[in-house]
């Protein structure tokens, strides 16, 4: 039998919810809701010198005004080093972790002799020098052995796939700068919370191989995955803080929650509460994805 629905809300703490980041929490929000099952929230809160103090209970505070609570206490990421320890070791007796002691310079200088310059969106694909050791330097990151291709499933876009070889290249799991990588945390945390369902925004697609890829190396279930449509900022990119998106607004909640349904495809009236706007919701985004391309009862499972 499949195991009973978990699904999960993951912001970092970099600033408040805004119209963007609302969009997401909605959509997790009401798919747990539609399969009768747990809302977590989970704050990511590891990438310390991108957090803003006090942001990961504004957010709760956030939520919890817009009606969206989770159905247990929220997990924070910045307590859960040990269990990040305890992967990174696993990765490495089965020899799929090892140290790098290549620099930024370092990696850049083998990729442009080997006429390979720089990669879009400025993202390196680790040419695999400390593979074979670390030629004498000190380690810097710990990288994971990453290769092949990998075909998945998302439940809007359907079939999806990523040759890591290629486009990816090892990947960091522990930072220089001693911080763990946003894929082995949220790796190790989405198996530690029985997180079934993934439903996040379209920008965090491109991570799924990879994370798909770390969870077959830790022998950990591959969740099913839903990517939201993004809201676009005026200058058509997708909005962020950059680009000019303002905290929410929460002297009106279900005029945040109209927005953000409306990115999601739901067009709904005015309702007297926030609750029973919710409610509407609910309904409303079980027809939405019945409309989605048909996939295998067991999902990526
Ligand atoms: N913490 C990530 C972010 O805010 C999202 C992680 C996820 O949903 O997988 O971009």
Known sequence: M????????????????????????????????????????????????????????????????????????????HTRGDAYGRALQQLRAAGRAYDCGCTRSDIDAVLAAAGRGHQRFGERVYPGT??????????????????????????????????????????????????WAYQLAVVVDDAAQGITDVVR????????????????????????????????????????????AVPLDLREPQEALAQAGRALGLHLPPAATGAEWLAAAVTAWAGIIAGFPPAPLEGTR
């Open 130 to 179: 400390c593979r074979s050791g670390l030629h004498g330097r000190p380690p810097r990151a710990v990288r994971l052995r990453l290769e092949g291709r990998v075909e998945w499933l998302d439940r809007r876009l359907g079939a999806q796939h990523q040759d890591l070889t290629a486009d990816v290249g090892d990947i960091v799991l522990k930072r220089a700068d001693g911080l």
């Open 201 to 244: 925004g379209e920008d965090l697609a491109d991570n799924t191989a990879r994370q798909i890829a770390l969870q077959r190396a830790l022998g950990v279930p591959t969740p099913r995955y839903l990517h939201t449509p993004l809201v676009l900022a005026a200058d058509g990119h997708k909005l962020s803080k950059q680009n000019g």
């Open 2 to 77: 499949a195991p009973a629905y978990r699904g999960r809300f993951a912001p970092s703490p970099t600033g408040l919810l805004h119209a963007g980041s609302l969009v997401a929490a909605l959509a997790s929000w009401l798919d747990a809701r539609v399969h009768g099952g747990c809302w977590l929230v989970r704050i990511e809160d590891i990438d310390t010198p991108r957090c803003v103090a006090g942001a990961g209970e504004a957010i709760l505070g956030q939520l919890a005004a817009c009606g969206l609570t989770p159905d247990e206490p929220p997990w924070w990421q």
